[in-house]
């Protein structure tokens, strides 16, 4: 059993930033690509950002080049980055293993005004 412990989120304007961290329990970490998922209201579940055991990263279109996905193995803690924030990114935001059904509580971001 893995847990996933989100954290970071928060109020913001539009053009902030803020930094999400996740912290995750257990061996497996190092070994597995980690990813940050978020569901805004009435939307689905989306991953928007990838990042894989040898540091590649991959990102949604929506987010490219505003948000950095890092990961940190020695502390089992996966980082985003978020910059330029806009209204559209309001949603909770959660970490994963991928590949592994293991979800946190999720981490509250608001960018409004």
């Known amino acids: 059993q893995v847990q996933l412990v989100e954290s970071g989120g928060g109020l913001v304007q539009p053009g902030g930033s803020l930094r999400l961290s996740c912290e995750a329990s257990g061996r497996i970490f190092r070994f597995v690509d980690l990813g940050w998922f978020r569901q805004g209201p009435g939307k689905q579940r989306e991953l928007v950002a990838r990042i894989g055991t040898a540091g590649s990263t991959n990102y949604a279109d929506s987010v490219k080049g505003r948000f950095a996905i890092s990961r940190d193995n020695a502390k089992n803690t996966v980082y985003l980055q978020m910059n330029s924030l806009k209204p559209e990114d309001t949603a909770v935001y959660y970490c994963?293993?991928?590949?592994?059904?293991?979800w946190g509580q999720g981490t509250q971001v608001t960018v409004s005004p």
């Open positions: 994963n293993l991928i590949g592994y059904n293991f």
